[in-house]
């Protein structure tokens, strides 16, 4: 037996068309891959901002020289409804509830913050407070620690004058009994 030649494949050259047509495919796939990047980077920003839109923060500017705190949403599509404030045992034993108008007066507390202020004359009152409000058309609910900032002012008759000055957001997203956590802030001071 005679060993045959072994025969050698032909070898096939691409041609420019096809050598285009590659390119072509290579650039579409990554035309297409950059494009749908680009659409997750701006839907992970368009949830960013509807999630920060939907977050409740509340501001407090000084009325009436300081004996009242208005209340808004720093968020002007948010409307305040309804409020229930809950201040510490040791200075308000049932919450005050207000609708319509969101504020905090001083009268509310001032004598018990004289009391338990003693020789201090500023400071932080934590308050817990669940306010209803509507945005996009639903009603929500938010439930959240704040400190109101105060000042004593000596007077020569009546006891010193309780002035607020201003609110700050101490917790947001609070679970559970809102008196138990105002409480429980009081209790670090």
Do not use: C
């Amino acid at each position: 037996m005679t060993d045959l030649p072994k025969k050698r494949l032909p070898i096939r050259w691409l041609t420019l068309g096809e050598i285009l047509g590659v390119a072509a495919v290579a650039v579409a796939g990554l035309s297409y891959w950059d494009a749908h990047r680009e659409h997750l980077a701006a839907d992970r920003a368009h949830q960013a901002e509807v999630a920060g839109r939907q977050a409740f923060l509340m501001t407090g500017s000084v009325a009436d020289h300081g004996a009242a705190l208005r209340l808004t949403a720093a968020h002007p599509e948010q409307v305040i409804q309804t409020q229930t404030v809950w201040f510490p045992h040791a200075l308000r034993g049932d919450s005050v509830e207000t609708t319509g108008n969101p504020r905090i007066e001083a009268g509310w507390i001032e004598d018990a913050v004289r009391r338990a202020a003693g020789k201090t004359k500023s400071g932080r009152l934590p308050i817990a407070v669940q306010t209803v409000f509507i945005q996009d058309g639903q009603t929500r609910t938010d439930r959240a620690l704040y400190e109101i900032g105060y000042t004593l002012h000596p007077r020569l008759i009546l006891g010193d004058k309780l002035n607020l000055e201003g609110l700050s957001l101490a917790r947001h997203g609070v679970t559970g009994d809102l008196q138990a956590a105002a409480d429980q802030m009081w209790g670090r001071k």
